[in-house]
């Protein structure tokens, strides 16, 4: 094994960071289950966004009111190709938010938590993979 192991760096790497951006969005995503209050809002509109490739990205724009009485308007982290039905502007939705940073929140039935499972599925089989063939070649 004499430069081998270099190439096997590249999916090490990739490995490692799904695997921790997935590990990062459960354990966002469950802390904010376990501490957040639910409130009700209302889509104000929808920021569409473009990547480089061309395709569009649909993140809603949520307003509710705290229990402590602020006005909080936040688009979604999470964009989504199409507009789900009940997530149009107008539409009423269930927001989970952080009472210390009403930044952050989630809208219940939009933001996935497959989406980070996916990534720490991806990223653990990948690392796994990396190095189970590191110790093969070793």
Known sequence: MEREWLFLLIPMVIGVSFLGVGVYGLRRAGALRR???????????????????????????????????????YPSAFGR???????????????????????????RGWDSKPFHLLFAGVGAALTAGTLLVLLVLA
């Open 35 to 73: 501490n957040g209050i639910t409130a009700v809002g209302r889509v104000v509109r929808l920021d569409t966004r473009r990547d480089d490739d061309g395709a569009k990205y649909h993140h809603p724009v949520v307003a509710w009111t705290t229990r402590d009485g602020r006005a909080c308007t």
């Open 81 to 107: 190709g199409t507009v789900l039905p009940g997530f149009g502007t107008g539409s009423s939705v269930t927001v989970l938010y952080d009472p210390r940073n009403p930044r952050r929140f989630e809208i």
